[in-house]
Each structure stands twice: as structure tokens, then as C-alpha cells.
């Protein structure tokens, strides 16, 4: 099992963290966020990791990642950075992780040993952790349904917290057999709606069109950083010990 970690993109919303440097490597708990995810997918046996680069693509330089470059990155979505390495998702599994993120070895283990050719983590006690990060929890909320363990509708804008089963995390495993139904849907769109389709879009794309994607529950801890009040967020989980599960 490798690991892909998506690093091409700015986070232009985090303001002067990410002036000089990636996302991933915004601080968190004084060590960067990029630590956090090696941390837990090492932790889980997994001493093979990739990362897709873009923006200041040289600050991850040195530190035991096999580069993809997405050059580009200002231009394209999320899935045109995991094309860039397509030749490693055609050869064995593979973890695939946002950037912005962080989560506990258990989560990496829950996805390894999860059945299916491709499987998402999410939480099913989203509600609590949208709850501290927005003033209305529904206005960043999508739906995200399940028949069993087969996830049947993911990423509608909705205000029914019914129609929520839990929150994608942006923890994803590809075998090469998934990616490849991966790149036969992607054959099927053009150039353009390629280059701007994000993730949760292609998973949706591909549960429309029948295939299995398999839902594997993951209670916290675990957080997804879109700005400076997400990273004081979860400063005071460290400093209150609720983070001590995230390694």
C-alpha cells in the first residue's frame, strides 16, 4: 500500500499563512500540518508516500516524498493533481489524502482493511465538529447517504440534516481496479470539465454511473483546515487534550 497526498493547491483562503508556503505546510501544534498526515499513515504501515505539488512546490523539497508535479495548479481542480500520478494508481493501492487535513492511524488502517475497489472514510458524528467551526453548520454541510456500507449519494447542497449520514474527509483509497474505472469515467468528460472537477464531484459522477464505492465510518478526531479560525479551532483542542487520538 502507497499514500498520495494532494499538495498542488494554495488555500488561498488562509490569508498570509500560505504567502511563502503549500497549505500542508501550515503549523499546527507546532509542527506542520504535512507531519500530521506522515505521522498517521507511517503509523499504519505505509512507508511509501507521494505527493502532488503546485503551488511553492519547492518547500517540500526533502522530506522523503516521491514528487508528482501538477504545473498546472492555478488552472485545475483537485482530480487533475491525482491524474499526475495516474502511473502509480495504475500499479498498486493506494491511500489518497487531501492536504488540509488530519486524522488518526486508525482512520489509515479502517481504509486499508476496507473492502471495494474504492472507499472513502467519513464521520458519522459530523454534526459536532461542524458545529464549532460554523455559525450554521448547514451552510458548508452536503448530503451524504448510504444503502449498507455503499455510499449513494455524496456532495448536493442540502438543509436536511436527514439526508446526512456523516461528512466526507478527503481520505480516499484507489486498488489499481478502481482507479481504472476512475480514468474510463474521466475518458468520458471533456477537457475542460476534467480540469475543474473537484473530488467529491468525481466520486458522485461515479456513483451515478453505478459503481460501488464503499463508506467506511470514522468517528473523530480528525479536522479539515479551510482557514485561520480552523487552525485556532483546533490549537485549543491540542491545548485541551482532545487531539491526543490524532497520531
Known amino acids: 500500500m502507497r499514500a498520495l497526498i494532494l499538495a498542488a493547491g494554495r488555500g ?62 492555478a488552472d485545475t481542480n483537485m482530480v487533475a493533481s491525482l491524474v499526475c500520478a495516474a502511473t502509480w494508481l495504475r500499479e498498486q493501492p493506494a491511500i489518497v489524502s487531501y492536504a488540509d487535513i488530519f486524522y488518526p492511524t486508525s482512520a489509515v488502517a479502517a481504509l486499508v482493511a476496507a473492502p471495494g475497489d474504492i472507499a472513502i472514510t467519513y464521520d458519522p458524528d459530523w454534526l459536532a465538529l ?7 453548520p448547514m451552510s458548508d454541510a452536503e448530503t451524504f447517504g448510504l444503502s449498507g456500507s455503499r455510499v449513494v449519494d455524496i456532495g448536493r447542497r442540502t438543509t436536511s440534516v436527514d439526508e446526512i449520514c456523516g461528512q466526507y474527509m478527503g481520505l480516499l483509497k484507489f486498488t489499481p481496479v478502481g482507479w481504472a474505472t476512475v480514468e474510463a469515467h474521466l475518458a468520458t468528460l471533456g477537457p475542460s470539465r476534467r480540469d475543474t472537477l473537484d473530488m467529491t464531484s468525481l466520486l458522485a459522477g461515479l456513483i451515478q454511473a453505478g459503481h460501488w464505492v464503499e463508506g467506511v465510518p470514522v468517528p473523530g478526531p480528525w479536522g479539515e483546515i479551510d482557514n485561520a479560525e480552523d487552525v485556532a479551532l483546533y490549537e485549543r483542542w491540542i491545548a485541551d487534550g482532545r487531539m491526543r487520538k490524532a497520531v
Do not use: H
Not at 500560505?18 to 499513515?41: H, N, S
Not at 461542524?130 to 450554521?136: E, I, L
Open 130 to 136: 461542524w458545529s464549532q467551526r460554523f455559525a450554521d
Open 12 to 73: 488561498s483562503r488562509m490569508g498570509p499563512l500560505t504567502d511563502a508556503v503549500p497549505k500542508c505546510l501550515v503549523p499546527l501544534g507546532g509542527r506542520p500540518l504535512l507531519e500530521w498526515q506522515m505521522t498517521a499513515l507511517r503509523t499504519a504501515g505505509i512507508d511509501t508516500i507521494g505527493v502532488v505539488r503546485g503551488y511553492s512546490a519547492q518547500a517540500l523539497d526533502g522530506r522523503g516524498l516521491v514528487a508528482f508535479d501538477n504545473p498546472r495548479w
